[in-house]
């Protein structure tokens, strides 16, 4: 079915126009639960539904011994029927998504996901094909650099799913090639790339927070943040008109990890305010697993809080 | 979604037409499956597709044990993800089928199910809704006499399910309320019912093979028994116009288990020839699951296959 096709049967869905779709990509340990699990905390369980597209693999751990391909590989999932699931939960509809238990590597009983007004999907392909990304209305890639990145990934893997630190060294070496070739082209297509790293010509002592470059961009419409910047100018992040990698407008914010909280704070209030609802804004923005709040990852939760919440107009 | 929309859907479905959809609905153990397996050994693998609707019980045999009715309840099934998945199969598309284990009473891993040109859908419930009733191209609903069916779950549940005959006994009488409910008004969607029982007024020895009405209901187009009767008159069968339930016309075949298989023979070659296929008439059709071939059976299945290989004009 052609994606122009998706996009208008969910703007004809039968009584609402189906919920708002965010996806959040990246690879293995990028951090989508972290993200996720704010903004559901925000949101509340009525106002969303999440879930994890890597749950769509084709075969348990066992059987990967025996196929020429990594979990990252699509022929190692079940790609069209993620994607007719994600078609289903954009038109309002209930799904049963399978379930991968990532403790015990098992395929095992599927479970009911049923459409709230915000669905958050995150996961290895979620922008794969075409046709999965007409389901969304917001798109995001977690990029962190290679290295940060196999350090959570050792620090989750050797703690929640039973492997050793040279065991996780192997396989980001075995799933290198097919990272290359089809997680990380899905930065091209989101909306918005998140990627941490250290400032350069900065020596921070170690335990700094990471900074981070959140690229915008006009893909979607984001919150004014010239505008806002302009108003409360801060050290602690800065805006920057530039150029894409394919040579399109992009608005690069560029958030120092080292700045004092209160500042970005500015920033966050303003797009909260933005938003007009009553309440305050959700403590739960930015917490990291280890309950230390970190602000790129609380701008983006604020920033897709906007999009999710916002009316459409 | 409005059942005619899905009639119209099927038909505008991109590239081909979808498969041709085939429900056999019935209560338990009342020979759903020794039908199917007939049907899908004379179609072969590359032309038929099969599957159990029971596989989308909501909750496992533990669960059940705190819920407050059976398996044969609609409120114990994902019916609607039952309707969702028919829809996707009609249209021509794969679904990731729940499976419920018998043996264990557990939900288990899901499997890939790929529609071919015929996709025959088995169960308790297939014709439950107006919406999966619209995804069918042909109905039949077995309805074997009550202490007939008793005794086939009997033997059933006690050699394959782990059951004592006792606990079979309570769980037939638990769950007749329901039956009555829900299970038994298919009848009335079906295009063709068979009903097993003995001849009235007959005092045949026990063995002898049962005896069946097949009710033809002008639904859709069955082949013209009528004229076939005419040409080759037998002792084996006869078909009677007579008044459904409802008053509407409908032909009545009452297929005589103590005949001699010859004479049906004739009427079934006729049924075969009529499809102008090349092949002979397959040895499949009418075996049951001890090996001995029963005619109305046997008979069903050829009318069910008249349906599924005729193109339709």
Same mark, same amino acid.
């Not at 029927?81 to 379930?99: D, F, N, R, W, Y």
């Not at 403790?103 to 075409?130: A, D």
């Given at each position: 079915?052609?994606?122009?096709?998706? +996009?208008?049967?969910?703007?004809?869905?039968?009584?609402?126009?189906?919920?708002?779709?965010?996806?959040?990509?990246?690879?293995?340990?990028?951090?989508?639960?972290? @993200?996720?699990?704010?903004?559901?905390?925000?949101?509340?369980?009525?106002?969303?539904?999440?879930?994890?597209?890597? %749950?769509?693999? +084709?075969?348990?751990?066992?059987?990967? +011994?025996?196929?020429?391909?990594?979990? /990252?590989?699509?022929?190692?999932?079940?790609?069209?029927?993620?994607?007719?699931?994600?078609?289903?939960?954009?038109?309002?509809?209930?799904?049963?998504?399978?379930?991968?238990?990532?403790?015990?590597?098992?395929?095992?009983?599927?479970? /009911?996901?049923?459409?709230?007004?915000?669905?958050?999907?995150?996961? @290895?392909? &979620? /922008?794969?094909?075409?046709?999965?990304?007409?389901?969304?209305?917001?798109?995001?890639?977690?990029?962190?650099?290679? %290295?940060?990145?196999?350090?959570?990934?050792?620090?989750?893997?050797?703690?929640?799913?039973?492997? $050793?630190?040279?065991?996780?060294?192997?396989?980001?070496?075995?799933?290198? &090639?097919?990272?290359? !070739?089809?997680?990380? &082209?899905?930065?091209?297509?989101?909306?918005?790339?998140?990627?941490?790293?250290?400032?350069?010509?900065?020596?921070?002592?170690?335990? $700094?927070?990471?900074?981070?470059?959140? @690229?915008? +961009?006009?893909?979607?419409?984001?919150?004014?943040?010239?505008?806002?910047?302009?108003?409360?100018?801060?050290?602690?992040?800065?805006?920057?008109?530039?150029?894409?990698?394919?040579?399109?407008?992009?608005?690069?914010?560029?958030?120092?990890?080292? !700045?004092?909280?209160?500042?970005?704070?500015?920033?966050?209030?303003?797009?909260?305010?933005?938003?007009?609802?009553?309440?305050?804004?959700?403590?739960?923005?930015?917490? @990291?697993?280890?309950?230390?709040?970190?602000? &790129?990852?609380?701008?983006?939760?604020?920033?897709?809080?906007?999009?999710?919440?916002?009316?459409? $107009?």
């Amino acid at each position: 079915m052609p994606a122009k096709l998706v +996009r208008i049967q969910r703007s004809a869905a039968p009584g609402a126009a189906g919920p708002t779709m965010l996806a959040i990509a990246g690879d293995s340990a990028a951090g989508k639960t972290t @993200l996720t699990r704010g903004l559901v905390a925000a949101l509340g369980q009525a106002e969303s539904t999440s879930m994890c597209t890597d %749950d769509y693999h +084709r075969y348990d751990r066992a059987e990967r +011994r025996s196929v020429p391909f990594t979990p /990252l590989h699509p022929d190692c999932n079940y790609i069209h029927i993620m994607e007719q699931h994600l078609q289903l939960l954009a038109t309002g509809q209930s799904i049963l998504k399978p379930v991968y238990d990532h403790g015990s590597g098992t395929l095992t009983r599927p479970e /009911l996901v049923e459409p709230t007004s915000c669905v958050i999907i995150e996961g @290895l392909l &979620p /922008l794969h094909t075409k046709l999965a990304r007409a389901c969304f209305d917001v798109t995001v890639y977690l990029a962190p650099p290679e %290295d940060v990145r196999a350090g959570w990934k050792t620090a989750r893997d050797t703690a929640k799913r039973g492997y $050793t630190a040279e065991q996780v060294a192997t396989e980001l070496q075995r799933r290198e &090639p097919e990272a290359q !070739a089809y997680i990380r &082209p899905q930065q091209r297509d989101a909306d918005i790339v998140i990627s941490f790293g250290p400032i350069e010509g900065r020596a921070d002592p170690p335990g $700094t927070p990471l900074s981070a470059t959140v @690229l915008l +961009r006009p893909t979607i419409r984001h919150p004014n943040l010239a505008a806002i910047l302009a108003e409360a100018p801060t050290r602690a992040m800065h805006l920057k008109l530039m150029r894409d990698t394919d040579g399109s407008p992009v608005d690069a914010l560029h958030i120092h990890g080292y !700045a004092p909280a209160e500042e970005s704070n500015i920033v966050a209030k303003a797009i909260w305010d933005a938003l007009g609802v009553p309440e305050p804004m959700p403590a739960s923005l930015g917490l @990291l697993e280890n309950g230390v709040c970190n602000e &790129p990852v609380r701008l983006v939760q604020l920033i897709l809080l906007y999009h999710l919440l916002r009316t459409p $107009t």
